[in-house]
Nanobody, 125 residues
Framework: EVALVESGGGSVQAGGSVVLSCTAS????????MGWFRQAPGNYCDWVAT???????FYADLTKGRFAISRDDAKNTVTLRIGALNPEDTAVYYC???????????????????WGQGTQVIVSS
């Protein structure tokens, strides 16, 4: 059974950094595209970044060079590092296997691909 479990969220001061991890089971991350999305209450669900099965990474414009996606093949995990956090980064961050194409949805399209339960990041100023 495919499962994704995110961790690493929490409360962070503006200007700080956070490392989010996604532990995958039931498949190997090297065989799938793996992505991160985020959604703040009352806001859109935004695509953040994807790492393809080839290892090539792609980023949404919103990341502005502050985000880095990577994977650890041995641990079967995908990591999202976020630096220079600001309050606008406050959201629930979701790890997704085979993420849908597109940058923004009114609600996260959880029927496409496999989604984790999310990990919350709260950035205080």
């Amino acid at each position: 059974e495919v499962a994704l479990v995110e961790s690493g969220g929490g409360s962070v001061q503006a200007g700080g950094s956070v490392v989010l991890s996604c532990t995958a089971s039931g498949f190997t991350v090297t065989t799938s595209h793996m992505g991160w999305f985020r959604q703040a209450p009352g806001n859109y669900c935004d695509w953040v970044a994807t790492i393809a099965h080839t290892g090539r990474s792609f980023y949404a414009d919103l990341t502005k060079g502050r985000f880095a996606i990577s994977r650890d093949d041995a641990k079967n995990t995908v990591t999202l590092r976020i630096g220079a956090l600001n309050p606008e980064d406050t959201a629930v961050y979701y790890c997704v296997r085979d993420p849908p194409y597109g940058d923004r949805w009114s609600t996260c399209p959880r029927m496409i691909g496999n989604w984790g339960q999310g990990t919350q990041v709260i950035v205080s100023s």
